[in-house]
């Protein structure tokens, strides 16, 4: 096997630990990246962290960065990003693009998937066979154990065997609805309610709707957790831009009247005491939306603990706490 640059080899730990919708199609999304950035020692790698040789379109603003770049093909806009994170984002966001349109129905299998992808992807007819060639030293390098000194291996809490850890992932919807928290630290989570049941309505408004809101997360009632924003970048889900910048968002599906359910409050409760630890958020920073401004939200999610929709942010807030102390955090 070549060389990995240690550039690839800190994006591979990073996509080790990163929540996609397909899991399965890792090992192959890795090989087209180490084919494209020639084990990541491509200067767009390098200096941009663009693995994929990925041209600027605007579908790409909310993840990079235009630059004007000489490849082998000429001069041409491509994408910068900050980070291999936004590279992993951009690039799954850059597949939702109309040419790439019918991508999901090959999503089962690595093989289908970057035949349909590939040739789409680059001119080269060979360049599926290529990705394929790559495909075993991909898989091997996503199941090595960690690499010393990469950043995943930095670890504060080492030793912490009872840290909860993150609940799974259900569906990765990104939206551009977001922006940088400049800086500021997670030190509230913001609990919201829908006002609807309909998930897919929720989600479809935080990626196209006006005026733009998101929030991070979104729990069905049947307890699946939607993930829209990274904890690390800035949802619009409090209505306060300073709230925003220093908080996770928090949506639960349900109508006014509803409670949250057993399953619902089961993936929740496991989300908040996450991201309680993962942040040290303390439990007096965990608060009803109406805490923030003047809404009915968080509903009657709490009801059986005293919340209300038209409760004060005293009464939601006991209605919450009633409900995390049952929940044991
Ligand atoms: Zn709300």
Redesign the pocket.
């Known amino acids: 096997m070549p060389n990995p640059s240690t550039k690839l080899l800190e994006l591979i730990e990073i996509y080790k630990g990163r929540k996609t919708e397909f899991p399965n199609l890792k090992g192959v999304t890795l090989a087209s990246w180490i084919l494209e950035s020639g084990w990541g020692g491509s200067e767009l790698a390098n200096k941009h962290n663009n693995f994929a040789g990925m041209k600027y379109r605007k579908a790409m603003e909310p993840f990079a960065t235009k630059i004007s770049y000489a490849a082998h093909d000429g001069v041409d806009d491509y994408c910068a990003f900050a980070s291999p994170e936004k590279f992993i984002d951009g690039y799954w966001a850059f597949l939702e693009r109309a040419p790439y349109k019918g991508w999901r129905s090959k999503a089962g299998d690595a093989e289908d998937f970057i035949e349909f992808v590939g040739p789409i992807w680059a001119q080269d007819g060979a360049y599926s066979e290529k990705v394929l060639n790559l495909l075993s030293q991909a898989e091997a390098l996503l199941q090595s154990s960690s690499i010393p000194g990469a950043p995943d291996d930095v670890c504060g809490e080492c030793g912490d065997d009872d840290a909860p850890g993150k609940p799974k992932v259900d569906r990765w919807e990104p939206t551009s609805h977001q922006s940088s928290r400049n800086g500021t630290d997670i030190d509230h989570i ?5 006002t609807s049941r309909n998930i897919e309505g929720t989600i479809s408004h935080f990626k196209h709707g006006t005026p733009r809101t998101s ?1 991070h997360y979104i729990i069905g009632r049947d307890g699946a957790l939607v993930q829209m924003v990274n904890d690390s970048d800035r949802a619009w ?3 306060s831009s300073a709230m925003n910048a220093r908080s996770i ?1 928090i ?1 639960h599906v349900a109508a006014p009247g509803d409670k949250i359910t057993t399953a619902q409050g089961a993936t929740s409760a496991a989300l908040i005491a996450w991201l309680m630890h993962e942040y040290e958020v303390p439990r007096s920073q965990v608060i ?3 805490c ?1 401004k003047a ?1 009915s ?2 509903g009657d999610l709490f009801a059986d603990f005293g919340g209300k929709a038209g409760g004060s942010c005293d009464v939601q807030t006991n209605g919450l706490r009633g409900w995390m102390a049952s929940m044991g955090i």
Do not use: D, I, L
């Not at 913001?190 to 829908?194: D, F, L, N, P, Q």
């Open positions: 913001v609990v919201h309610y829908t929030a889900h409090a209505g968002g949506e009803p939306h109406v923030v809404t939200c968080c």
